[in-house]
């Protein structure tokens, strides 16, 4: 891994969260939870459980995260936040376990030590987003905003942090804190985030699915592979009413990309 020099100027380091700094995916265990507290039924279960290897092995193009955005919507309208919440309290020992690649947290603590703000980029809620953010040390996050209402999910997206979306806000950031963003770096897996790559002039692609690793290729981007998640219970302590509302909407967005990615590979 090439070590990153000393800070001149106020610059951040911009990560992707899902198969950039988090190893796996929460869906199987969150879908089995909702599927005890009937939300889904178990056809949802069977898929997501299927097409979580299907996500982990290929990523998701751009026609299948609009296609998850949409049924996420479909899937978490009316939803009592709550009882989410209360679902996922019982559920989140079992996602603890190693999340986090240790290469990712070492390359955080390198760019906070060169001076540098770190901020994670997802398309996770950012009740999810936020927290891990503060567990890993970044100074902002942004994330995909869900509407609640009078205690339930609307099925409304306020913001999705998808493509062209995430650079987007990624120079509204820059803009607000006097980035500059040709000097600043940039951290995913996925062909989807070629938008957040570009607008750094610093991209390095990890563990990059088929198409970006092509296009990392042909424009020289450095590419790194993480392999060794730590578990994160070593790094947090017992979670607390925020961090379990997080996780839930996190787990409502990879249930629905999950949910998609297996009806495509059967349809293919």
Known sequence: MDRVGP?????????????????KSSTLAFGRSFYQGGLINRRAV???????????LGGADENQMDRMRDYLKRLCSGWDVEQVRGIVTE???????????A??????????????DVVIVSS??????????E????DHVIATRMVVADGCYTGDIAFYAYGPGKAEAIRELAESHGYDLAACYAYSDSMTDLPMLEAVGNPTTVN??????RE????????????????????VSPPGPILVGALATGAIAGLGLAWYSTRRRTRT
Do not use: C
């Not at 996770?124 to 953010?133: A, N």
């Open 7 to 23: 800070e001149v100027q106020r610059t951040a380091a911009f990560f992707d969260l899902d198969k950039t700094i988090i190893a």
């Open 46 to 56: 069977l898929k997501g459980t299927y097409a979580q290897f299907v996500y982990l």
């Open 91 to 101: 559920a989140i020992v079992e996602l603890i376990d190693p999340l986090i690649y």
């Open 103 to 116: 290469e990712a947290a070492a390359l955080i603590e390198e760019h906070q030590s060169a001076g540098r």
């Open 124 to 133: 996770s809620g950012e009740e999810v987003v936020g927290p891990i953010g």
């Open 135 to 138: 567990m890993v040390g970044a």
């Open 208 to 213: 990059p699915d088929r198409a970006l690793r």
């Open 216 to 235: 990392a290729a042909a424009r020289g981007w450095p590419v790194l592979e993480f392999r060794r998640p730590v578990s994160l219970r070593n790094r």
